[in-house]
Every structure is written in structure tokens, then in C-alpha cells.
């Protein structure tokens, strides 16, 4: 996977009726890195997810750019993390609207598939939903071939890992 620079992009899901913002992150090749569900759009939900992913990748997996929409919650919470040390402080941030059509096309598939439910009771139900989700896409999309790679049952043991199964 190229690491080296990430798509971020918050687009809107209902749970109990009521809009809520999932935050996604991808790659150049649109292969998911994360997900973040809340119940609001702001500065502390970017942080948060930003926080999250920053606090679980491994320093080589680290990007040299992230790619957001114009929105100024990414830059604030990216400056929070640097000055805080949680992030490294060379990660360039571009706000340009284009650079962003990677995940926004990736939205739309995800959307797709969502759209398919009856809608979600909780935020647990559609974390949960939305997980599944991710994984099963990760695996069409060939994303964690080297998880696999040699093992005849794979993406089975692959699955397990991942739900606790």
C-alpha cells in the first residue's frame, strides 16, 4: 500500500433518524485506512479521529501529506496533535477540494451498501455495521492480500482475527 499520502473526508449516515458524520481516511488507491463515527462534525471529532489512527499505525506507515476538503476542523486538529507531539510536525496538510476525489468516489460505493439497510438503531449497531462493512470491501479490493498471503484459508483466518471470531 502506498502510505505516503492519505484522503480524509467526513460524509453524512443517519442512525435513529438523525444525521450523524463518518470520517473516513483512504490511500492513493483507495484502500481504507480508518473510520471514525460521531454525532457531530467539529473540530474535536477530527481530532479524535485523527488522534485515533495516529495512535494505532506504526511510524513507517505514517503519511507524508494528508488530503483534505477545504473544511478548517482537519487544520485545527492537526495542529492540536503536532503540538501536542501525537503527530509528526513535517506531515503536510493540503486543503484542495480536487485532490480529494479518491475518497469521495469511495463514499459513494460505501453509501451504495448502506443505503441497502433498514437504518441503524445506535451508534454501536452502525459502528459495528459500518465495520463489517470496511472489512468485506478491504477484502474486494485486495487490501490485506499480505495478511494471507501463502495461507489457503486467509481471508477465513483473516475475518476471525478481526471479529474475534
Known sequence: TDLHSWHMDETYIKVKGRWTYLYRAVDQRGHTIDFYLSA????KSAYSFLGKFFNTVKKWQIPRVINTDKAATYGHALSRLKREGKC????????????NNVI???????????RATLGFKSMKTAYATIKGIEVMR?????????FYYGQPQGEVCLINRVFGL
Open 104 to 114: 469521495e468516489c469511495d463514499h459513494g460505493k460505501l453509501k451504495r451498501i448502506i
Open 40 to 43: 457531530r462534525r467539529n473540530s
Open 138 to 146: 478491504a477484502l474486494r479490493k485486495g487490501q490485506a492480500s499480505s
Open 88 to 99: 509528526p510536525v513535517d506531515i503536510e496538510h493540503r486543503q484542495i477540494k480536487y485532490k
